[in-house]
């Protein structure tokens, strides 16, 4: 058994949109997933792409992927890499592909001299905050994550502006 981590390619666009629809069934949200080849397309391999995206492969079969991006901590004023998503298939789990996504993005992290590497995951899935903490990871219960999105995000983004003059 051969465990490869590689950059997704565009030409791998389509089995990384299979892969965050399997995730969102997991996850009981599929009907969320707005994700289609050409948005996946224009927004990993565009030229203002910002999330880099990886597949591993087991024995030359694509059984899971990651996408990450760099953001930014002013208390240590280093960058820090956020993993967005990270889902292995049924058939590649138990066989050590998640642990190593996990520990080529530490090492992304590290190669880059990131302050930190951050994720979320839903207080539910048990199964994988068993697997993040076995990693070594520790959760931050101090903070609550906080999302404005869809036409929420748009009503406030048009609300009036408070800082014109009246």
Known sequence: MTIHIRPALESDVAVILQFITELAVYEKAEHEVLATEASLTATLFGPNAVPSALICEL????????IYFFSY?????????????????????????????LQHLARV???R???RFEWSVLDWNTPA?????????????????????????????????????V
């Open 59 to 66: 024995d030359g079969q694509p059984v899971g992927f990651a």
């Open 73 to 101: 901590s002013t208390w240590l004023a280093k960058n820090g890499l956020y993993l967005e998503d990270l889902y292995v298939s049924p058939s590649g789990r138990g066989r050590g592909a998640g642990r190593a996504l």
């Open 109 to 111: 992290a590290v190669d």
């Open 113 to 115: 001299d990131c302050g």
């Open 129 to 165: 905050i068993d697997f993040y903490r076995a990693a070594g990871a520790k959760p931050q219960d101090e903070w609550i994550r906080y999302r404005m999105a869809g036409d929420d995000l748009k009503a406030f983004a048009a609300s009036p502006d408070i800082t014109q003059e």
